[in-house]
């Protein structure tokens, strides 16, 4: 009895502190952000511009994704738990509700319908390596519609950046270069950077609904 009693109120001060948890989350404001995303649009509102840190790859296309994840991501960065000198900067800039704002912005922006098609047929040899990695468990069939909205969209997402942001899981501990996540880490760390860059590459050449839209700061 006593142990069903513990249980129950284990449960219930669970849900309490779910339910007050969501109710302190920061609702974004798509329209507000139009006046905070200038640092943004110097990287992400040019197609195919490249970073130069910690090498030569494109930004990534954040134009539809989840912003949920876009939210994850600032905070990581804001935290240190992504070492990334210039977003730990911008980061470090932003209030919580402006990446609020920020987030739900480019998840609007450029918008389109969702990706319903199915992957195309990997390799036997990727296919190996996405079954090891259970990519499909969090990023979903078509790698564009995740179990949950703070994982990301992937599919179609640029190859050379996914490339980078696998491997920098499995340097965690580097002081300005590396990524602090207990399940991407573990799972980063299982495949040589070659498997990653098929991981990368077959990822890549999926249809999704990311996009990277030219914009001017100047409006």
């Not at 992400?44 to 994840?69: C, L, T, W």
């Amino acid at each position: 009895m006593n142990k069903l009693l513990t249980s129950m109120f284990s449960l219930a001060v669970a849900s309490v502190m779910a339910v007050s948890a969501q109710a302190q989350e920061v609702k974004g404001d798509a329209k507000a952000a139009e006046t905070k995303i200038a640092m943004c649009i110097g990287c992400h509102g040019i197609p195919g511009y490249q970073a130069s840190f910690p090498e030569v790859y494109r930004v990534p296309k954040i134009s539809g994704q989840n912003a949920k994840y876009i939210v994850a991501a600032l905070t990581a960065y804001k935290k240190g738990e992504r070492k990334h000198p210039t977003m730990r900067g911008i980061a470090d800039s932003l209030t919580e509700q402006d990446i609020a704002d920020v987030a739900a912005y480019y998840e609007q922006h450029g918008k389109t319908e969702a990706v319903t098609a199915a992957p195309t047929a990997p390799t036997d040899k990727v296919n190996a390596l996405l079954q090891k990695g259970g990519c499909v468990a969090c990023h979903g069939a078509n790698f564009s519609q995740p179990l949950d909205p703070s994982y990301p969209k992937i599919a179609g997402q640029y190859k050379d950046y996914l490339f980078v942001a696998l491997k920098s899981y499995k340097v965690e501990n580097q002081s300005t270069w590396g990524r602090s996540n207990g399940i991407m880490g573990g799972i980063a760390k299982q495949f040589s950077n070659a498997e990653l860059k098929a991981l990368a590459d077959y990822v890549s050449s999926q249809q999704g609904e990311l996009k990277s839209l030219a914009q001017s700061k100047f409006r």
